[in-house]
């Protein structure tokens, strides 16, 4: 468990993906089995310890700490996996006793076997037995908040990297494989032969787009390309096909080849028949694509009950088709892919399954209108969902990654506005130490008198040192706290103006502006604007109203 | 004689009106003992100036020969009267020179510690227990997180990512007086023998150190036009240099950071750094509680740092306990680099 704890610790602060492959890939060459497969099997998000709750943590250090210290050290470090894994005591060991650290085999076999009111006796004595990295990995491990920037494709990668091998080999076999992983490890490293790939579902990389920049238009011919609308929903891979038994299997990938079928069963029976679709994932309602913001919702339930299910209905809009039966069409150009998309889905309708449509234009200025205005181009009720364009290159085959010169994302621009910081509160994790959440407002006239109004929240769009920079703001221009929020000094006179970027507006009878705002992040601090000369609610009432014109509500 | 009344916080510092001196104060006075060469503590241009031989000698080295009106060396372990008091100086453990200051009158002993360690650092002195009646103690790392490993094993996870990464400059950011000689001796202890390049800013003080007897090896200074070429090499450089320009020359480097703010995440990752190398110059929370009640004192002063929870502490031990809130000390580069509320 320590080994893997180093890795885990030294993998959160690497930021370059080459570096992390070539981490993971040591540990795995100087690890043996079975713990390096249990540590592929936690990277790869194959764990779930439905016991283990920040409950019992905070009772294990709560017997072994005073109560004062504790306080006092987790308000400093602002985790509490990470305030335990610093406290917790050092403990002697009599000489009979077993110290050895454990396995992190051993810490998933037990979690898996133990009964629940033996949890806290083997968790106390495991955190004895570590060190302050391996009770941090631990902790984190079991409650679930392992982030390290590791997708699951990143250590199938590494596992690759073992043997000289593509990624894609290692996807080829891997639904047929359960931890911890003795035979995949065995063939990558030439010991062994290969898994057989019993999956008839497999996870195949997708192939992305780059973004269009506006010299590229010049150079590229529109008889080239087709277009279709981007969704505003989630990339996903609809996989089918019949195993060994007879019996279908269809599962549902995100675009990193995480397995989301469990979260989406209503639209596993969509896809009847052997063959992979590339498409995206969204919510219908009354005939109408909904935003993202209703998606989200379904997104942040971790219950799927019948009533999610049919309060927020899934749907895949399908754009390309990587198998078809047994053909494998991913060499073929687009426009014959996607001929045999339509062909397949007009044989196999579901209400479930539908093509997304293509947009017709024979210019640029023609697209450029259509993205501009998605509802009068065809998208009608499903504008709202239309967050820009994609655009394919006619004869490009289906390649992993993000091959140059293929295929394009055109996106609507965000929006922007100025608005004044008005409340901070400290953030979670990594960002714990800073106040890393900003409340903003705009001006508004009330009964005569000028004020600010609330109108969105924003976690991100700074870097670490503008971060630095505005927790430093917040402390110096506190005014008042209620709880962990720190009201801060914005009046005319004195005030952080925000320019906030976002994606779009909703109209929201919960936010006292009236106004709701998605994705909005700070695209700039203008320290030197003056607070007065932020925007006004009126701004973003208008942005609403032409959005509504464009999309009826 | 009520020890209150021996020393007392003033605007400048730690003041002993018996003695007519200030010890280490933030602003210029007629007379000061330093503790130690940081410059949070020692500070140019007092009339006259008490310390080790090696604090002179480092002050002059940062601030020329004239830094003082006046200077006398203090030998550790000499009782010296002035005026109506005696001091001694003792070993602190700190960094070269380091010393804790004694100051005794009428049968009460007050105990200065100025910065202070009790981990092994084959750089200077090991820290001296000092009996005394009222200890005097820093707080910089005063919470029960603070728990540093053993320095040689943060050095062999330096030496395992330069294995790992031979392709990839190691750049090491450490303040320049004390721990960047630290490193570079764990370094030689570990067995490494290559050249260790350093920044420019470093060069006096490595080379003092080493005409000080401390066999640092050899110390190359990197100069502008080979940066591109020190791959899998490790640099020693000022902790912010790791982000100014100066460090965006070397091929593909992993940043390393020597410092006990090392210790939680949050930190490292705010100083945008791959390797947290956790060494610090400070004693962690169980030497602070340990020395505390070596010294036998019945009453605590804590000067800066996190002194909330040390006076708590102190309580449940029945030493009574207070914080002298002193301001200008901390930015000796251990630091809290962005948060204002623990930063002096
Ligand atoms: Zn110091
Ligand atoms: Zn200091």
């Known amino acids: ?553 | 004689m009520k020890p209150a009344d021996l020393l007392f916080p003033r605007p400048e510092g730690l003041y002993c009106p018996a003695g007519g001196f200030f010890i280490d104060p933030v602003r210029p006075v007629e007379r000061a003992l330093i503790t130690h060469g940081h410059a949070d503590h020692a500070r140019a241009g007092h009339g006259a100036v008490l310390a080790t031989r090696k604090t002179l000698a480092i002050m002059a080295v940062r601030y020329g020969d004239s830094f003082a009106g006046s200077r006398q060396e203090a030998v550790l372990g000499e009782r010296l009267p002035i005026n109506n008091v005696t001091v001694s100086f003792h070993p602190a453990g700190h960094v070269l020179g380091s010393a804790q200051i004694a100051v005794e009158a009428g049968g009460t002993r007050i105990v200065v510690s100025g910065d202070y360690k009790r981990a092994s650092d084959p750089t200077c002195q090991p820290f001296e227990i000092v009996p005394c009646d009222v200890f005097v103690s820093e707080a910089t790392f005063g919470l029960p997180i603070f728990r540093h490993p053993d320095a040689g094993r943060e050095v062999a996870r330096l030496l395992a990512s330069q294995a790992l990464f031979p392709e990839r400059a190691h750049l090491v950011g450490a303040y320049a007086l004390g721990k960047a000689q630290r490193i570079v001796r764990l370094i030689r202890q570990a067995g490494y023998d290559r050249p260790i390049h350093v920044h420019g800013a470093m060069e006096k003080l490595m080379a003092f150190y080493s005409s000080e007897g401390v066999s640092l090896g050899e110390i190359v200074p990197v100069r502008a036009t080979d940066r591109a070429r020190l791959k899998g090499e490790i640099i020693l450089c000022p902790p912010g240099s790791l982000q100014d320009l100066w460090s965006r020359k070397f091929p593909d480097p992993v940043t390393a950071f020597a410092s006990g703010w090392m210790q939680t995440r949050a930190r490292a990752r705010q100083r945008g750094v791959e390797l947290p190398l956790i060494v610090s110059d400070h004693a962690d929370w169980p030497d602070l509680c340990r020395t505390i009640r070596e010294t036998g004192c019945s009453e605590l002063w804590v000067t800066h740092g996190q002194e909330d929870a040390l006076v708590h502490w102190a309580a449940t031990q029945g030493i009574r306990a207070r914080p002298l809130h002193l301001v200008g000390y901390g930015d000796d580069g251990e630091a809290e680099p962005v948060s204002g509320e623990q930063a002096a």
């Open chain 1, 1 to 553: 468990m320590n080994r893997f704890a180093a890795l885990l610790d030294r993998l959160a602060f690497e930021p370059r993906r080459n570096a992390k492959i070539a981490l993971i890939a040591d540990f795995f060459r100087n690890t043996p089995d079975p713990e390096r497969g249990y540590a592929l099997a936690a990277m790869t998000g194959g764990l779930v310890f439905p016991q283990a709750k920040a409950g019992l943590i905070r009772q294990l250090i709560a017997e072994r700490t005073d109560p004062v210290l504790f306080a006092l050290s987790y308000d400093y470090v602002g985790d509490l996996s990470e305030t335990v894994a610093l406290l917790w005591p050092a403990r002697a060991f009599s000489p009979e006793e077993s110290f050895a650290a454990p396995s992190l085999s051993g810490v998933i076999e037990t979690l898996a076997t133990a009964h629940k009111s033996a949890l806290p006796k083997h968790l106390a004595g495991w955190l004895d037995a570590l060190d302050e990295t391996g009770r941090w990995a631990l902790l984190k491990l079991i409650t679930g908040a392992l982030r390290i920037g590791v997708s699951a494709r990143l250590a199938k990668t590494a596992v690759a990297q073992l043997g000289g091998l593509e990624p894609d080999a290692i996807e080829q076999v891997w639904h047929g494989l359960l931890p911890p992983y003795e035979d995949l490890f065995a063939w990558v490293e030439g010991h062994g032969p290969m898994p057989e790939a019993r999956d008839p579902a497999p996870f195949r990389p997708p192939m992305l787009a780059h973004a269009i920049e506006d010299g590229d238009f010049a150079r590229l011919d529109p008889a080239d390309f087709t277009a279709e609308w981007k969704w505003d929903g989630i990339r996903i891979q609809a996989a089918s096909g019949i195993d060994a038994a007879g019996k279908r299997i269809t599962r549902l990938y995100s675009r990193t080849g995480e397995e989301i079928s469990n979260a989406f069963p209503d639209l596993l029976d969509a896809l009847g028949f052997d063959g992979a679709i590339d498409g995206e994932l969204l919510i219908l309602r009354e005939g109408r694509v909904q935003s993202f913001n209703v998606l989200q919702q379904r997104l942040n339930r971790k219950q799927v009950s019948a009533k999610l299910i049919a309060d927020f209905p899934a749907l895949i809009r399908a754009y390309d088709l990587l198998i078809d039966g047994a053909d494998d069409l991913r060499p073929l150009p687009f426009a014959e892919r996607r001929a045999r998309l339509e062909a397949r889905l007009a044989e196999h309708r579901s209400a479930k399954l539908g093509l997304s449509a293509l947009i017709p234009f024979g210019t640029w200025e023609e697209l450029a209108a259509a993205r501009a205005d998605p509802a009068s181009a065809g998208a009608e009720g499903d504008a709202e969902a239309v967050e820009g364009c994609m655009i394919k290159r006619r004869d490009s085959p289906y390649l992993p990654g993000r091959p140059k010169g293929l295929w394009y994302k055109w996106k609507r621009d965000p929006r922007v506005i100025d608005a004044v910081l008005m409340y901070a509160q400290r953030g979670h994790g990594k960002r714990s130490s800073f106040y890393s959440d900003f409340t903003f407002g705009v001006w508004r006239n009330e009964g005569g008198t000028e004020g600010l109004v609330p109108v969105g929240k924003a976690y991100f769009g700074f870097t670490d040192e503008e971060l630095a920079a505005l927790d430093r703001f917040v402390r110096k221009h506190t005014i008042d706290r209620h709880g962990p929020v720190r009201v801060v000094e914005a009046n005319a006179e004195a005030g952080l103006v925000l320019e906030v970027a976002f994606e779009g507006l909703n109209r929201s009878t919960r936010h006292k502006s009236g106004v709701a705002m998605r994705f909005p992040r700070i695209s700039r601090i203008r320290w030197d604007k003056p607070a007065r000369e932020a925007d006004r609610l009126e701004t973003l009432e208008r942005m609403l109203a032409s959005a509504e014109v464009t999309s009826p509500a």
